[in-house]
């Protein structure tokens, strides 16, 4: 079973237009929601991470939105760039509970 | 400073033979993080360490399947028998500490393809 959900699988978007992951999950005994990025060949690396007591945080170009409510979040990358060109992962855990719950990741491609 | 290192980079054996895979940790981490990465299922966490004892191993597949780390500086992976089943890339990952929110940090991974 799948607890945390990533849409969508695949995104290609035009250099400086605005790139949108979206995640959501169930466990509301999460605590912590990291983004995570991948180059080919590279193992995935923190890029951002919120936990549920603010409804956004931006660092650079990147912005998580988080709706608890709704138990969604997502990932914004503004002015995309080739460079940005990665798979994202979003990941969530709770509490003491070191295991990171991973969605499927998101593989984005900026077009120059 | 060094990052997570994993070795071999890539490895490509036959069914049945035995794989090992290695990591050296971040210097000071204590917990350590075991992955198996596929198209299919995508990370899956196989089992991981905090000062060097195994706390959960829920992820490791089947028996097959087993992990040690006899010290700080030092963990393996090994598959045996090892079966095509297996062929994907496998991370190591170290955290500063177990119950906080630092960030895991990623090798560049083992791509083991079994024929």
């Known amino acids: 079973q799948q607890q945390v959900k990533q849409s969508p699988q695949s995104l290609i978007v035009q250099k400086g237009g605005i790139s949108i992951i979206n995640c959501a999950y169930e466990?509301?005994?999460?605590?912590?929601f990291p983004w995570y990025q991948q180059f080919p060949g590279k193992g995935p690396a923190l890029l951002i991470a919120i936990r549920p007591d603010v409804s956004e945080k931006k660092e650079g170009r990147f912005t998580i939105s988080f709706n608890k409510s709704a138990k969604q979040f997502s990932l914004h990358i503004m002015d995309s760039q080739p460079g940005d060109s990665a798979t994202y992962f979003c990941a969530a855990h709770a509490g003491n509970n070191r295991k990171l719950i991973w969605g499927l990741g998101t593989s984005l491609a900026v077009n120059p | 400073d060094a990052g997570v290192i994993q070795s071999p980079r890539h490895e490509v054996t036959e069914m049945g033979q035995e794989v090992t895979l290695r990591c050296k940790p971040i210097?000071?981490?204590?917990?350590l993080f075991w992955y198996r990465q596929t198209m299919m299922r995508g990370l899956e966490l196989l089992i991981y360490f905090n000062n060097n004892v195994p706390i959960d191993d829920s992820g490791m597949p089947e028996d097959r399947f087993s992990a040690k780390m006899p010290n700080a500086s030092f963990s393996t992976l090994k598959i045996q028998p090892s079966e095509p089943r297996d062929s994907a890339v496998y991370f190591c990952a170290s955290s500063p500490q177990l119950h906080s929110n630092q960030p895991q940090h990623f090798g560049d991974g083992t791509r083991l393809s079994i024929l």
């Open positions: 466990n509301t005994a999460f605590d912590y």
């Open positions: 210097s000071g981490h204590n917990s």
